[in-house]
C-alpha cells in the first residue's frame, strides 16, 4: 500500500513539473492543431468522395431522365398572358465525349387563347428535339452548345410556326464555388428574337445530412437582355394605342432582373432542386395600362432528375 503510494505521488510531481516546464503550453497547443487539422483533412477527404461520386454518375455516358414543375408560364423573363402551370418531361442520353440529345414535351394547365378553337388537344402542347455538345474546356470553365427544333400543337398554323427552331450557346466558370455564367438564346422561324443572360452566384454545401448526401444553396442574381422584335411586330398593329412603347422592344435592350435561390440536394444517382426567383420585367409598357404582365412576380421551379447508367461504387 505504501509503495502504490509512493508511485501516485510520484507521478503527481512529474505532471507538476511537465506543466512548469517552458514551452509545455505551445507543445500542447501543436498538438491540438495537429489533431484538429487531421480532423478537417478527414471531413474534406469525405466531402471529396461525395463530389467525386457525383461526377462518376455524370461522366461516363448515361441516361437522365427530368421532370420540372413551374408554377408559371414564363418567355423571356416575363408572363404572355399564358395562365397557369407548366410540367416538363425530358429524356436524354448523354454520351461520354460530350455530345448529347434530348426530347422534352411540355404540359400546359390551360390551354392559350389562340388554341382555343384549334382541333388538336394542348394537353400535350409542344414537343423539343434538342442535340448539343457540352465540355469542360479548362478546370472550372464549361461551354455547351445546342441546337433545338420545336414542335408546337396549340395554336393556329400561323402562331405554329412563328418560332420553330433555336441554338442555345452557354458557357459558365467556377472558382471557389463563386459562379459566372452567360448564355445567349437564338430563336427563329418566320420571325426571330434573342436573349443573352448573365449570371453570378456564390455555392454553399453541406454535406452528410443523412448520409452520402449534399445539400447545395446558391444565392443567384441574373439579368436578362435581347430583342422580342419578331413576336411584336407580327401581334400588335400600327393601330394599337401601345405600338410605339412595344416598338421599343425590338431594340437590343435590358429585358428583366431575376435575384434567385436555388436550393439542390443529391444524393447518389438522383437530383432534387428548388428553385424561387424574383421576376422583375424591364423596358417594356407602362405598367398601369400594360396588359402583358409587367409587374413583379414570383416564379417556382422543383425539378427531379435520375442518372441511369452502369452502377457506381461509392
Known amino acids: 500500500m505504501i509503495r502504490f503510494t509512493s508511485l501516485l505521488m510520484m507521478f503527481l510531481l512529474m505532471l507538476e513539473a511537465n506543466a512548469q516546464v517552458p514551452g509545455?503550453?505551445?507543445?500542447?497547443?501543436?498538438?491540438?492543431?495537429?489533431?484538429?487539422?487531421?480532423?478537417?483533412?478527414?471531413?474534406?477527404?469525405?466531402?471529396d468522395s461525395i463530389d467525386d461520386l457525383a461526377e462518376k454518375y455524370e461522366r461516363p455516358s448515361?441516361?437522365?431522365?427530368?421532370?420540372d414543375f413551374m408554377n408559371r408560364v414564363v418567355y423571356m423573363g416575363r408572363n404572355w398572358g399564358i395562365k397557369g402551370y407548366q410540367m416538363l418531361l425530358t429524356a436524354g442520353y448523354y454520351h461520354r465525349t460530350g455530345f448529347y440529345g434530348e426530347i422534352t414535351g411540355y404540359h400546359l394547365s390551360k390551354v392559350p387563347k389562340s388554341a382555343q378553337n384549334d382541333p388538336v388537344s394542348p394537353s400535350l402542347a409542344q414537343v423539343d428535339f434538342?442535340?448539343?455538345?457540352?465540355?469542360?474546356l479548362l478546370e472550372g470553365w464549361n461551354a455547351d452548345v445546342a441546337y433545338s427544333y420545336w414542335w408546337i400543337l396549340y395554336g393556329t398554323s400561323v402562331f405554329r410556326n412563328?418560332?420553330?427552331?433555336?441554338?442555345?450557346?452557354?458557357t459558365s466558370y467556377e472558382y471557389s464555388n463563386f459562379l459566372l455564367s452567360a448564355d445567349v438564346?437564338?430563336?427563329w422561324g418566320k420571325t426571330s428574337n434573342v436573349e443573352v443572360t448573365f449570371g453570378f452566384g456564390k455555392g454553399f454545401n453541406i454535406y452528410h445530412i443523412f448520409g452520402n448526401d449534399r445539400l447545395t444553396i446558391t444565392p443567384t442574381f441574373n439579368v436578362g437582355t435581347g430583342s422580342t422584335t419578331g413576336m411584336i411586330k407580327k401581334y400588335k398593329p400600327d393601330t394599337d394605342?401601345?405600338?410605339?412603347?412595344?416598338?421599343?422592344?425590338?431594340?437590343?435592350?435590358?429585358?428583366?432582373?431575376e435575384p434567385a435561390l436555388p436550393v439542390a440536394y443529391r444524393i447518389g444517382p438522383v437530383d432534387?432542386?428548388?428553385?424561387?426567383?424574383?421576376e422583375i420585367p424591364r423596358n417594356i409598357v407602362d405598367p398601369g395600362e400594360s396588359t402583358l404582365?409587367?409587374?413583379?412576380?414570383?416564379l417556382y421551379q422543383a425539378t427531379v432528375k435520375f442518372f441511369i447508367g452502369k452502377k457506381v461504387r461509392s
Open 272 to 278: 432534387f432542386t428548388f428553385t424561387a426567383s424574383l
Open 241 to 257: 394605342p401601345y405600338s410605339d412603347s412595344l416598338a421599343n422592344l425590338g431594340h437590343f435592350r435590358l429585358l428583366n432582373l
Open 293 to 298: 404582365g409587367t409587374k413583379p412576380f414570383m
Open 24 to 47: 509545455s503550453e505551445t507543445a500542447r497547443d501543436s498538438l491540438i492543431e495537429i489533431a484538429q487539422t487531421r480532423k478537417d483533412s478527414i471531413r474534406d477527404a469525405r466531402n
Open 162 to 170: 412563328e418560332l420553330k427552331n433555336s441554338i442555345d450557346l452557354n
Open 130 to 136: 434538342t442535340l448539343g455538345f457540352r465540355k469542360q
Open 185 to 187: 438564346y437564338f430563336m
Open 62 to 67: 448515361h441516361v437522365e431522365i427530368t421532370m
